[in-house]
């Protein structure tokens, strides 16, 4: 799913704050786009093999590659882990040590996501949020750059409100029996919930940044906060 690969601009976000566009920052940051997009595939390979039975019963999912059989689970699992050896060889060969730990965390978080994580309510949508801010701690590290405060509590609420969106959306558009399917902890009764949630931590998100354009470091960064 090439088109998922879009998250991972993300990793840009540190030099474009940061106002750093010189050509080794750009550089980095493009070499740290591509590993990670093909983690991130490798991962959707793992997570569809390891839903193939219930994504059958799914409504969309269930025209998927390897759930409607195109693609055998022995070819998904060659092309899975080719994808890993790709991405852990370029980060080795042109990236800082830090940029492949974040990566191998991202790995094994993803890996207990799927396996676990996913099934508990609430705590699942921390991680999942938590995907988006490590591919910006990864852009600063690409690039050598410090991510401030401001910018990791910003994310942490905002794709915590992005997360809880998905989540609600995928809950609107199942039937009951389908969500029982799923098996993603959640239920009709988390609807009106999760919408309270996805408006807080959207609203905290936007707060902190308001707070950040009147900051004294917004100060020195740009010449025009507003």
């Not at 786009?33 to 959707?44: E, M």
């Not at 790709?86 to 830090?98: E, K, R, T, V, W």
């Not at 676990?116 to 050598?144: C, M, Q």
Request: glycine letters at 4%.
């Amino acid at each position: 799913r090439i088109y998922q690969w879009v998250k991972n601009l993300l990793i840009f976000v540190p030099m474009l704050l940061a106002a750093n566009l010189d050509y080794l920052s750009f550089k980095n940051a493009f070499i740290a786009f591509l590993s990670f997009s093909f983690i991130a595939s490798s991962i959707y390979i793992f997570n569809d093999i390891i839903d193939i039975h219930k994504d059958r019963f799914h409504p969309r999912k269930k025209k998927r590659p390897i759930t409607c059989g195109e693609i055998s689970i022995l070819q998904s699992i060659l092309i899975s882990l080719s994808l890993i050896t790709l991405s852990i060889f370029i980060s080795l060969s042109f990236l800082p040590l830090n940029f492949l730990m974040i990566l191998i965390f991202y790995i094994f978080l993803n890996f207990l996501y799927s396996l676990y994580f996913k099934k508990i309510i609430y705590f699942s949508l921390i991680v999942l949020s938590s995907f988006y801010s490590l591919r910006i701690i990864a852009g600063g590290e690409a690039t050598n750059l410090d991510i401030s405060f401001w910018l990791i509590f910003f994310s942490i609420f905002f794709f915590l409100g992005l997360s809880t969106m998905k989540r609600l959306g995928e809950l609107l558009q199942l039937t009951k029996s389908e969500i029982e399917l799923a098996q993603r902890g959640f239920k009709i009764r988390d609807i009106n919930s999760l919408k309270v949630l996805s408006v807080f931590s959207s609203a905290c998100g936007c707060l902190l940044l308001t707070f950040y354009l009147f900051s004294n470091q917004a100060l020195m960064i740009y010449s025009n906060p507003l």
